[in-house]
């Protein structure tokens, strides 16, 4: 198993979920992407509405019609629990390189952790969308989509032992491919406005990296524990 990697007691453990390499920079992004979370939650807080932006880009995007129109009830079906469960099965069946512990932990916990936050998140910006009892922001499906993204690019990043500016590069394409794919489903559909699904991309860029720095502590401190359990490099 290539990427970064920790010693301890002089045996090599498994790959870090989070490379070093890209600690610093993520941490940065990490901090951006929540305060744009913060000023995006402040700025339409209670609305019951579209800004100027989302009348914008959703009068382009929503309504589409076949075959786009089932291209987004696909894609969307994908930010649903039957979805996104079917999503992490074919992947944990078809890499095994996402079959390490640290890797598994990751791949569930932070796409996971990063729909919590929106669930919490939401009540407090109390902004609705099809009737008040839809709350709206952040998107939950754009924000899972792109965090299931994010936590693949980071394992590829240490697996293939990218360099700073490349595994940046890969691990934000990644997230805000994922993110633009499913937040274009959510407008195309009415399901949200333009701005929640921004608000759930930067939550999933603002939890993953803080959960994949999770995983690699609480991993590699069992593992310096007398008779801890580590991840044997293979």
Known sequence: MGGT???????????????????????????LAALVVVVLGVRYAGD?????????????????????????????????????????TAVLVGCPTVRRPRAAVLLFAGPGLTVGVTRLLKPLAARTINGDDNLAFPSGHTAF???????????????YELGPASGTVLALGAACAAGALMGWAQVATGAHYPTDTVGGCCTALAVVPAVAWVVDRVADTRRRQPGGAGEQRR
């Open 48 to 88: 019951a509405g579209p800004g100027r932006t989302d009348a914008r880009i959703g009068e382009a995007a929503y309504g589409v019609g076949a075959p786009w129109w089932h291209i987004a009830s696909a894609t969307d079906f994908l930010g649903d629990p039957a979805g996104a469960l079917l999503l992490l």
């Open 5 to 31: 990697v920790t010693v301890t007691d002089g045996k090599v453990t498994a790959a870090a979920v989070l490379p070093v390499v890209l600690r610093g920079r993520l941490a940065v992004v990490a901090v």
């Open 145 to 159: 989509l792109a965090a299931f993204a994010l936590a693949l690019a980071l394992l590829a990043a240490g697996r």
